[in-house]
């Protein structure tokens, strides 16, 4: 490889390094993630607010949380990741943690605690975690877009060489 082609090489790898697209648009992971805290923040709100009802569930929501645990660590290093860091990640989650302090709008007590036990029966994997949010239609409030086409970083695929 001629010192041109060397140089054309090194430039485009910093120009893909540099593109912010690759960084502001969410990869299916991180949605995902986004998906499982959403699970997650909408279950423990709802264990709260129902704790003094028949329909409590907080004891499985516990259940959950424990059996779960590296899969929500997973998801909240997937999040943290895509944010660069703990602050914004920290104001993403106090969004998301106050958009349910709202309400649940359509789910009561019952129904959230059909799902905690679905959440219980995933048995903490994280796989079926990312499906169980996905069924019950946890729809993160993101800003950008999700990303289309390549997902990974450069430096992830030339360290895969």
Known sequence: MGIIDKGLAAAAAAAMLATPASA???TDAAY??????????????QALRCRKTSASFLTEYNRFVQISRPALLKANAELKAH???L????????TVANRYGAGTGDLD??????IVRAAVATKGSAEALYRLAADARME???????CRGVTKAPLTYASNR
């Open 24 to 26: 502001a648009c969410w």
């Open 32 to 45: 995902q993630a986004a998906q499982v805290r959403e699970l997650d923040t909408m279950l423990m709100v």
């Open 83 to 85: 944010f660069g860091g």
């Open 87 to 94: 602050n914004a990640y920290d104001n993403y989650m106090t």
């Open 109 to 114: 007590c019952a129904d959230t605690a059909s």
């Open 140 to 146: 993160p409030a993101i800003d950008g877009a999700r």
